[in-house]
Nanobody, 113 residues
Framework: QVQLVESGGGLVQPGGSLRLSCAAS????????MGWYRQAPGDERELVAR??????DYADAVKGRFTISRDNAKNTVYLQMNSLKPEDTAVYFC????????WGQGTQVTVSS
């Protein structure tokens, strides 16, 4: 059974940084296309970053500020978020790209002064 557990969210001031983690079990992140998604209240869930075969891609809204990476030994995917803006406030989830598993509970990121 696949399990994805997100962590690392919190309250941060505009301009601050956070690093999110996604610990996976039941799959190998080293051979899976993985992505970070976010969902703000009233909005649809959107893909903000993905990694596949060590190639990364980002939504325009986060390009240059967010970095997705993975640690194959720990079977974990990360999202380093810098220069955070209030509009980055959302619940962040990780999951596959193209193939999806059960969604985890996500981790809340709130950017506010």
């Amino acid at each position: 059974q696949v399990q994805l557990v997100e962590s690392g969210g919190g309250l941060v001031q505009p301009g601050g940084s956070l690093r999110l983690s996604c610990a996976a079990s039941g799959i190998r992140v080293s051979i899976s296309a993985m992505g970070w998604y976010r969902q703000a209240p009233g909005d649809e869930r959107e893909l903000v970053a993905r990694i596949s075969n060590d190639v990364t891609d980002y939504a325009d809204a986060v390009k240059g500020r967010f970095t997705i990476s993975r640690d194959n030994a720990k079977n974990t995917v990360y999202l380093q978020m810098n220069s955070l803006k209030p509009e980055d406030t959302a619940v962040y989830f990780c999951n596959g790209v193209g193939v999806w598993w059960a969604w985890g509970q996500g981790t809340q990121v709130t950017v506010s002064s």
